[in-house]
């Protein structure tokens, strides 16, 4: 039975990323409840203390515990995650279906457009924008959403423009459907399967965006906890301490890997299409 | 009259690239004129290619003529309310992920309608389904029932012209009596005209009262249907009507474009001057109108 | 007249998630050289599925199963299911009902001709297998053939493209055609050249054929025999002439009053009902529900196929005379 395994494999990849991303969103909603420490609270007398039945993830170099902030981390990267991810996808959206929608010279300027933002070092820019507008984690959620929709903008268009001569678009419009009916009722809905998983997908690399600015010190700054610039106190005590890093790490890999278990998961049962 | 079409033409321009001006066009319609009165239907005879689609198109003002006109008598007030088009392809009319329900209602809220439950309901009744239907989606269906809910989506807002564009050509010949048995029924009872689409001319006795023939995006022949049937003047709708016979043999292929007569090259009866220029179109009897230069 | 093809009691089973689907029962019927059989029946009646199953291209996973399968004297073992494609590369061909679909977009036709020249003759040299592409496309009457070796499915016509895989399907050198709706998405013309294109190839080839289409008068006028499937069985079959002038199943007359050109007070005459579905668990004739000479007698047991005069066959409790 060849064909019932290939319709099974893709439903455990999405049961595993389902499992690991709930389970981390568990964490972060209940962080307050199992956090046993404030995550800023300093405790000069464990300082770089090992995991121990105090410290389930030991603690850092302030002898803050690490659990606590690995906890309180979590809800700061996913909430930037998904935040990033809705603000490139309003504007992937828009501009793709107006360009394919609409084509002509419309079509021509936006995917000019699109061409340039993606020909753009988009880490540089953001780097030297942060270094004028300086960090906070509005401005990161607001300045990677500007820089991340060019993927989904593409990817938009293209089922756009195949659906857009489908029998049922033109029926539509010839019994009087406006054209943000059409593009709102049935064109968006219609290539909702592909957009939404690559839309989990970006939660994924925008989690990973969020972390390599942090790390780089630009990101969300300290003391507010996030993955990103927990690896990067860890940095200095990376000999000595390897617990500092290690479970940071661990966050990052298991949300990355979560979300693209789902992504998986979700883009072969539809098969792509409908 | 209902409509009256005239000079209908339709080119479709061809693009060398995206940055120069469109340079050659593509011929899909040329010189198609008719009139449709009320509760008439017009059987419009082609193969693929000749136009069949764009002129249906035209009709439901998807596109614009390149020249030509089409007016409309005062009855038709709204034309996205007034036309409907029933499409070739049942499995791709519907919007997959409407329910029936939504699909059906999409019309009646565009229009401002205000018993939707009252429309949808007769509607419904008109074409034979039940309401239970309601609430799933299209792929439950099968070709001849989907083919059902288009029209009744097209009947829903009370239309004076339904545009069938081949309605039947994708479906069985079982469940093609039945749609055809539907649309004579609704023309009758609604007070329809029908402009009917086909390349089949097996179906044109019954469901049309005059024909319209195309080859390549000409209109060749015109009349009521007895004439054309009957009496076929130009030599590609004899064709045509021998082979609706079946058992009978063709006697040659399609012909191709150009400037000349678009069936020049395999006719029968042509001559030297087919082949550069189309001749005008000729009136034979008061309404019976054909394009041959052997009635010129 | 040789038989070249018998097959008696074929059981097709597909597998679904509700557990195996019989989509046709005690298929059989056989053909003689140079004859065209035509299969007829509406969609969703099992006519697909059978042809497949005699090809061996069914979706693994399928079981089928017949007493005798034969072709040009070489008979199949049932217990062996490699059996039957081996049979296939021996002489059977399939025509499918979308050209367009069925050719490969990234080959030219050429490209694909020869390499099925070359999967059917191994060793053959590449330039002898071109030479015999060319003269496969002049056969199947794309001419000039040269020209249409370079050209791509997308820039023919549907019926080139029709042509096309019938070059494709001769270049295994089969005995036996299937051809499964080959015409049914053409133009009437367009139609008609195709059939007369399978005629003439039946004349010089010495080719049989089994064809399958819904539209019953359209077969009557070139096959030699019919069959009429319904619900996954044969219901009728004999003669073409003969199963058309005087049909003796309620199905096969209930097809062919349904055609255009069979009128009645200026209406159409559909099939009342729709084809059951394949899961369907019925006791009787699958026909019943819809049949207008049904009798309690038929809902109780399936009627057994009784052959009249004529080598005719009809599945039916009380068959209509004429």
Redesign the interface.
């Known amino acids: 039975m060849p064909q019932k395994k290939n319709r099974s494999k893709p439903s455990i990849a999405l049961a595993w990323g389902t499992g690991l991303i709930g389970l981390l969103l568990i964490l972060a909603l209940l962080a307050p409840v199992l956090a046993s420490f404030e995550p800023d609270s300093i405790d000069a007398e464990q300082l770089l203390s090992p995991p121990s039945f105090q410290h389930w993830m030991g603690t850092d170099q302030l002898g803050r515990d690490v659990l606590s902030r690995f906890l309180f981390g979590a809800r700061i990267s996913l909430t930037v995650g998904a935040l990033i991810i809705v603000i490139a996808g309003c504007l992937g959206i828009l501009i793709g279906s107006l360009s394919g929608y609409f084509g002509g010279w419309l079509d021509q300027l936006l995917m000019r457009f699109t061409d340039i933002m993606l020909c753009f070092p988009v880490f540089f820019l953001i780097l030297s924008v942060i270094a004028l507008i300086g960090s906070s984690v509005f401005n990161i959620i607001l300045i990677l959403g500007l820089t991340g929709w060019m993927g989904l903008a593409r990817l938009v268009r293209a089922e756009i423009l195949t659906l857009k001569n489908r029998e049922y678009i033109l029926v539509a419009r010839a019994y009087g459907a406006s054209d943000a009916r059409l593009i709102l009722r049935h064109l968006v809905p219609n290539a909702s399967a592909p957009i939404f998983v690559t839309m989990i997908l970006g939660i994924a690399s925008a989690i990973l965006a969020e972390s390599a600015l942090s790390f780089l010190g630009v990101g969300i700054q300290p003391p507010t906890p996030s993955w990103g610039n927990m690896l990067n106190d860890a940095r200095a005590t990376l000999g000595v301490a390897w617990w500092m890093s290690l479970f940071p790490g661990l966050g990052i890999f298991c949300a990355i890997l979560g979300f693209h278990l789902i992504g998986e998961g979700l883009r072969n049962p539809a098969g792509g299409r409908p | 009259m209902l409509l009256s079409a005239e000079h209908l033409t339709k080119y479709y321009p061809l693009r060398a690239s ?1 940055f120069s001006r469109a340079r050659a066009c593509v011929r899909a319609l040329e010189d198609v004129s008719f009139r449709l009165p009320e509760q008439h239907s017009l059987g419009v005879m082609g ?3 000749s136009g069949k689609t764009t002129l249906a ?1 035209l009709l ?3 596109i614009a003529p390149t020249r030509g006109t089409l007016s409309f008598s005062p009855a038709i007030s ?1 034309r ?2 007034d ?3 029933i ?3 049942p499995w ?6 409407m329910t029936i329900g939504q699909s059906l209602k ?2 009646l809220i ?2 401002r309608m205000n018993d939707i439950r009252d429309r949808l309901r007769r509607s419904l009744d008109l074409v034979g389904l039940d309401r239970h239907c309601l609430n799933r989606l299209p792929h439950e269906f ?3 029932q989907r083919q059902r809910i ?1 029209i009744a ?2 009947m829903s ?1 009370g239309p004076k012209i339904l545009v069938c564009d081949e309605p039947t050509s994708s479906l ?7 749609i ?2 539907l649309l ?1 029924d609704l023309k009758e009872q609604q007070k329809l005209s029908l402009i009917f689409i086909t ?5 044109l ?2 469901i049309s009262d005059s024909i319209l023939v195309l080859h390549s995006g000409i209109m060749v022949e015109r009349g009521p249907r007895e004439a054309v049937l009957n009496k076929p003047l130009h030599p590609y709708t004899r ?2 009507m021998t ?2 016979k ?2 009978e ?2 006697q040659a ?2 012909g191709a474009g150009g400037a000349g007569c678009p069936f020049w090259q395999v006719c029968s009866l042509k001559k030297t001057e087919c082949s550069e220029h189309l001749p005008e179109i000729v009136q034979i009897s008061p309404e019976h109108w054909v394009r041959c230069c052997h009635f010129l | 007249m040789t038989r070249l093809f018998e097959v008696r009691d074929l059981n097709v089973m597909l597998p679904t998630r509700h557990g195996p689907l019989a989509v046709s029962r005690d298929i059989s019927f056989s053909l003689e050289e140079k004859q065209i059989l035509g299969v007829a029946g509406e969609s969703g009646c099992g006519k697909t599925m059978t042809m497949l199953a005699l090809t061996g291209l069914l979706p693994p996973g399928s079981r089928v199963s017949w007493k005798k399968l034969e072709l040009a004297g070489r008979s199949c073992d049932p217990s062996c299911r490699t059996d039957i494609s081996k049979m296939r590369d021996k002489g059977i061909s399939y025509i499918f009902q979308e050209p367009g679909t069925h050719l490969n977009p990234l080959f030219s036709i050429g490209e694909q001709l020869t390499e099925t020249i070359l999967c059917n003759n191994r060793g053959l040299r590449a330039k002898t297998a071109r030479q015999e592409a060319v003269r496969i496309l002049e056969n199947v009457g794309l001419r000039p053939a040269g020209d249409f070796l370079r050209r791509y499915p997308h820039q023919l016509s549907g019926g080139m493209n029709q042509r096309a895989m019938i070059g494709l399907a001769l270049a295994a050198d089969p005995k036996l055609l299937i051809a499964d709706e080959p015409t049914t998405a053409l133009d009437l013309l367009t139609q008609r050249s195709i059939i007369d294109l399978v005629l003439s190839l039946v004349r010089t080839r010495g080719l049989s054929v089994i064809w399958v289409s819904h539209d019953i008068s359209l077969m009557e006028s070139f096959a030699d025999t019919l069959a009429v499937m319904y619900a996954g069985r044969i219901v009728e079959s004999g003669p073409a002439k003969d199963m058309t002038r005087h049909a003796r199943h309620p199905y096969t007359r209930a097809l062919i009053h349904c055609l255009p050109e069979r009128l009645k007070e200026k209406r159409f005459q559909p099939i009342p009902g729709h084809v059951p579905a394949l899961n369907a668990e019925t006791r009787g004739c699958a026909f019943y529900p819809r049949c207008p000479f049904g009798m309690p007698a038929c809902a109780q047991a399936e009627p057994l196929t009784i052959e009249t005069e004529n080598s005719r066959k009809i599945k039916c409790f009380f068959p209509q005379n004429t």
Do not use: F, M, W, Y
């Open positions: 995206i193969e693929s290619g198109r439901a003002n998807l709204d996205t309310k036309i409907q088009i499409s070739q392809n791709e009319a519907l919007d997959p992920r999409e019309p565009i229009h099968s070709g001849g288009v989506r097209a807002c069985d010949i079982s469940v093609q009596a039945q055809l048995n004579l390349h089949d001319a097996r179906l006795p019954v064709q045509l082979l609706s079946l058992h043999k063709p292929a399609r």
